[in-house]
């Protein structure tokens, strides 16, 4: 069993649920991603950096998108909890999967846009 499916399988069905959904959500927007395991919670890396996070709680889904997620969609977010790098979705309200959508591709976005501004930088010269 892979780590998220792991992580998935130790919450409560309904809770199994809405993991699987925001899962498919990502993988569907990133299906270059690997998925892992950081921080303890599932995670979808890109270009070898993060690009979202998500995990089960008993009252919501949390989504971490990092910083720059949040700070880009901070007018979408007003309806949820929310801090500097993360979301928390009420299990009492539905799932907002276009947010997620919406989110996980400015976050593709920026890593790509980051991996590429490393591959341009010229290499450092030693110091002698």
Do not use: C, W
């Not at 809405?18 to 270009?47: C, H, K, M, N, W």
């Not at 949040?70 to 993360?86: F, V």
């Not at 919406?102 to 591959?119: D, G, K, L, N, P």
């Amino acid at each position: 069993m892979n780590p998220i499916d792991a992580h998935i399988a130790a919450q409560p069905p309904e809770v199994q649920e809405r993991l699987q959904a925001v899962r498919q959500t990502i993988a569907a927007e990133a299906p270059q991603a690997i998925e892992t395991l950081s921080y303890g919670i599932p995670t979808f890396d890109l270009d070898g950096r993060h690009l979202v996070h998500f995990a089960g709680f008993a009252r919501h889904v949390g989504f971490y998108p990092g910083a720059d997620g949040i700070a880009a969609h901070r007018d979408l977010l007003q309806p949820y909890p929310h801090a500097k790098g993360s979301v928390q979705f009420p299990h009492d309200r539905p799932l907002p999967l276009d947010l997620v959508r919406t989110i996980t591709r400015f976050r593709i976005a920026a890593v790509q846009a980051e991996s590429a501004s490393r591959r341009r930088r010229p290499p450092k010269l030693a110091k002698s």
